[in-house]
């Protein structure tokens, strides 16, 4: 009923580092940790959560200046197909009986689509 539910996912690292990812980046957000992810539609791998604890606007390849917790959603599926890189470091994470082990990404086009407070010239 539910669909597809990994408990036990690795995915293989890639050659960049996060400063490399940041520096090749107009305009951006960096999000250093997701909370609160949940399935919103299984068949469609679209989930929802908010980021936490460290989300920074990136502006010409430089970080400058940190923003709130911004809601995301997204198709899992279609957010790996976009992206354009891969850190070199896996980050591992448990949660209940899944645990994942992934590297940092640079994705295209992520969708945020709310924020705790309203922010302008994005």
């Given amino acids: 009923r539910e669909g597809p539910d990994p408990h036990n996912l690795v995915m293989l690292p890639g050659t960049s580092s996060t400063d490399e990812m940041v520096s090749g980046t107009r305009k ?18 679209l989930m929802t959560g908010l980021s936490r604890d460290g989300t920074f606007l990136i502006e010409n390849g430089k970080i400058t200046r940190a923003v709130g917790s ?11 197909s976009r992206a354009q890189a891969l ?23 992520f969708c945020f689509t709310g924020s705790r407070e309203k922010y302008q010239d994005w």
Avoid at 70 to 80: A, D, K, Q
């Fill in 70 to 80: 911004l809601r995301y959603n997204e198709s899992i599926l279609g957010g790996f």
């Fill in 28 to 45: 951006g957000i960096l999000v250093t940790r997701f909370w609160y992810d949940n399935v919103v539609d299984s068949k469609k791998t």
């Fill in 87 to 109: 850190g070199r470091n896996l980050k591992g994470f448990s949660f209940g009986t899944s645990h994942i082990a992934c590297p940092s990404m640079l994705i295209e086009e």
